[in-house]
T-cell receptor, first 114, second 115 residues
């Protein structure tokens, strides 16, 4: 297994455009998380899936954000009508409920809104 | 939700010295405290974690201590090496007893180990 994969690694978009990021978790992990990290800060929780069910969302996940995890495998995070404040690193992590609480993070997608 | 404060924000040590990073948390019901290491261009990597039923845990040169009464926990790195240079984050449960183990992270400590 190659770990958690995120695509793309970098995305530059114009304000107002929609963007979509993809995360492929470790195959046997049933938990999947999205976090946002701005420069010089720690990651901030956005949303959590157990299998295909989205069980938690933070207040940071405004109505312009939507996340899915069809069939409990890969996940997508879409941002509509991007704003400059959306510029950040978007991190995906996965874990297995049966083997402890430690996450494996992907390398992230860096979004720049110009 | 949980509030996690981390100090110092930057730490510079000589190779071979020890480094200590401290975090405080606000919710006494929190029961899980991981530490992550993040290198440039990479996602955070779990290096050690501790549960509230123990006071200390060690893994080779790395140790974590927990003081539940004072609501703080610390990362100790002994015999530091240049490859320890990175940003370190502490974390605590976003909400205590949350079944999904969502986390609130501290602001990070940039550790620089000088050869």
């Amino acid at each position: 297994d190659t770990g958690v994969s995120q695509d793309p690694r970098h995305k530059i978009t114009k304000r107002g455009q929609n963007v979509t990021f993809r995360c492929d978790p470790i195959s046997e992990h049933n938990r999947l998380y999205w976090y946002r990290q701005t420069l010089g800060q720690g990651p901030e929780f956005l949303t959590y899936f157990q299998n295909e069910a989205q069980l938690e969302k933070s207040r940071l996940l405004s109505d312009r954000f939507s996340a899915e995890r069809p069939k409990g495998s890969f996940s997508t995070l879409e941002i509509q009508r991007t704003e400059q404040g959306d510029s950040a690193m978007y991190l995906c992590a996965s874990s297995s409920a049966g083997t402890g609480d430690g996450y494996t993070f992907g390398s992230g997608t860096r979004l720049t809104v110009v | 939700g949980e509030n996690v404060e981390q100090h110092p924000s930057t730490l510079s040590v000589q190779e071979g010295d020890s480094a200590v990073i401290k975090c405080t948390y606000s919710d006494s019901a929190s029961n899980y405290f991981p530490w992550y290491k993040q290198e440039l261009g990479k996602g955070p990597q779990l290096i050690i974690d501790i549960r509230s039923n123990v006071g200390e845990k060690k893994d080779q040169r790395i140790a974590v201590t927990l003081n539940k009464t004072a609501k703080h926990f610390s990362l100790h790195i002994t015999e530091t090496q240049p490859e320890d240079s990175a940003v370190y984050f502490c974390a605590a449960p976003w909400r205590p007893y949350n079944a999904g183990n969502m986390l609130t992270f501290g602001g990070g400590t940039r550790l620089m180990v000088k050869p």
